[in-house]
């Protein structure tokens, strides 16, 4: 039931631009912070940025700064990640992730992810 699509990845140029997607579903979106995180081959999943449920407030990953822009659209029930001055290093899949509450009313959180999405920086 609870749904998390990524979509919007593939391979782009170096200096290049992606812009991702994030079409959620079965939990309650507007109340939920919104993360996207990366998994390089052979390395840990690392966060690249989340987004508080009602967006005033946004984080970002140290190599990802200045270049990425989280960003969510409640009455779409969907999150972004602008990805800009794109390189190599960017290579990866990339997860959207939602710290969702459990009930209404609720002070405890789940965890839920997509399926990832891969993106592929090269000439």
């Known amino acids: 039931q609870v749904q998390l699509v990524e979509s919007g990845g593939g391979l782009a140029q170096p200096g290049g631009s992606l812009r991702l997607s994030c079409a959620a579903s079965?939990?309650?979106?507007?109340?939920?912070?919104m993360s996207w995180y990366l998994q390089a081959p052979g390395k840990e999943r690392e966060l690249v940025a989340t987004i508080t449920s009602n967006g005033g407030y946004t984080n970002y990953g140290e190599s990802v700064k200045g270049r990425f822009t989280i960003s969510r659209d409640n009455g779409k029930n969907t999150v972004y990640l602008q990805m800009s001055s794109l390189n190599a290093e960017d290579t990866a899949v990339y997860y959207c992730?939602?710290?969702?509450?459990?009930?209404?009313?609720?002070?405890?959180?789940?965890?839920?992810w997509g399926q990832g999405t891969q993106v592929t920086v090269s000439s």
């Open positions: 079965g939990f309650t979106f507007s109340r939920s912070d």
């Open positions: 992730s939602a710290r969702a509450p459990v009930s209404r009313f609720s002070n405890a959180y789940v965890r839920y």
